[in-house]
């Protein structure tokens, strides 16, 4: 009898022991994966905060800048000037100026 009570001693602790065992690994695994979220969430909340710090360029579609307007001033003394010189035909020059005001 003392025998087998010795057995069943063993299995109730090796049983108790990985039990506990068992829901220790699961409660670290879960700290574990609720930091991991937490990081992420924190390198996504920076992002979105350095995003807002600085917002990205909007360029101007409509060209009514200053640069867009020197630019196209630019464009066009460079085409007179061909034209002066003889590079550039009175078609050539039309068709050159049509596409540096229509853009």
Do not use: C
Not at 6 to 15: F, K, S
Not at 50 to 79: E, H, V
Not at 88 to 96: A, I, K, M, P, V
């Amino acid at each position: 009898m003392g025998l087998l009570r010795g057995v069943a001693r063993t299995a109730v602790v090796a049983g108790t022991a990985t039990a506990v065992s068992n829901r220790v690994s699961r409660r670290q695994a879960g700290r574990w994966q609720r930091q991991a979220d937490q990081q992420e969430a924190d390198a996504y909340y920076a992002q979105a905060q350095q995003q807002q710090q600085y917002p990205p360029q909007q360029q101007q579609t409509t060209g009514g800048g200053t640069d867009s307007m020197q630019s196209k001033l630019d464009a066009l003394k460079q085409l007179g000037e061909l034209k002066s010189a003889g590079v550039l035909s009175e078609q050539e020059f039309q068709q050159q100026k049509g596409k540096i005001l229509g853009s």
